[in-house]
């Protein structure tokens, strides 16, 4: 999803499991907008501006995005979404034990997915949302020529030049935040996955490992053996 800030020339593709929250609040605060306020009245997507609008923008704004590698956004996203959020997931969640387990099936159940169900339903090249949707297919990075294309693995260091090159880190500066989803966490979580189901997805997100600097399937290459 590409969000566009008129007021500072940026545009910034959103990358859900990326620090997007931080990044909105910093963006936010660099123009004294107050916290908590609706995303849409800050930011416009590029979708909504006419064909002539988009162009100009493309080529004349500053562009960026963040990513992390795949595996790990992926096991965080699960974390957040089939976790701490389950509402969100209520529907993905029905589909999925039908596919898997239909013998558990109620039509009332709360149906918890256990994060390999996840990876299995996904392996399968099922419709994806935007938080575990490629980076290829969100930002478009073949046909939008990214100004500064940042990782969540050195997020202090790229964030403070990412600010100076938007020209507002007079303005604002980069809070520090906690990944609580490391490497460590990544190799025990997929180690309850069938490497089957590890390659097929490694398949469907190879352009993001490749892309954007990631060793293919690297986090868990030691499982694949």
């Given at each position: 999803?590409?969000?566009?800030?008129?007021?500072?020339?940026?545009?910034?593709?959103?990358?859900?499991?990326?620090g997007t929250t931080t990044w909105k609040r910093v963006i936010a605060k660099s123009r004294k907008i107050r916290p908590g306020i609706n995303r849409w009245i800050m930011w416009r997507r590029l979708s909504n501006y006419t064909v002539e609008e988009r162009n100009?923008?493309?080529?004349?704004?500053?562009?960026?995005?963040f990513v992390r590698e795949p595996l790990q956004r992926l096991l965080s996203a699960y974390k957040n979404k089939f976790i701490q959020i389950p509402s969100?997931?209520?529907e993905l969640r029905k589909e999925i034990v039908q596919a898997l387990r239909p013998q558990d099936?109620?039509?009332?159940?709360?149906?918890?997915?256990?994060?390999?169900?996840?990876?299995q339903y996904l392996s399968n090249n099922?419709?994806?949302?935007?938080?575990?949707?490629?980076?290829?297919?969100?930002?478009?990075?073949c046909v939008?020529?990214?100004?500064?294309?940042?990782?969540?693995?050195?997020?202090?260091?790229?964030?403070?030049?990412?600010?100076?090159?938007?020209?507002?880190?007079?303005?604002?500066?980069?809070p520090p935040?906690?990944?609580?989803?490391?490497?460590?966490?990544?190799?025990?979580?997929?180690?309850?996955?069938?490497?089957r189901y590890i390659r097929q997805l490694g398949e469907q997100y190879?352009?993001?490992?490749?892309?954007?600097?990631?060793?293919?399937?690297?986090?868990?290459?030691?499982?694949?053996?």
């Open positions: 999803m590409l969000a566009v800030d008129d007021d500072l020339k940026l545009i910034y593709c959103v990358v859900p499991k990326v100009e923008r493309i080529k004349t704004y500053f562009k960026f995005v969100y997931t209520s099936f109620k039509p009332n159940g709360k149906h918890f997915v256990q994060f390999q169900e996840f990876i099922m419709p994806r949302n935007q938080h575990w949707r490629q980076y290829e297919k969100l930002c478009h990075p939008i020529n990214y100004d500064f294309i940042g990782h969540l693995e050195t997020l202090e260091e790229d964030a403070a030049l990412l600010l100076k090159m938007a020209g507002i880190d007079g303005r604002v500066t980069f935040i906690h990944n609580s989803t490391g490497p460590s966490d990544v190799l025990e979580n997929y180690s309850h996955v069938p490497a190879r352009n993001d490992f490749e892309m954007f600097g990631y060793e293919y399937l690297g986090p868990v290459r030691t499982l694949l053996n």
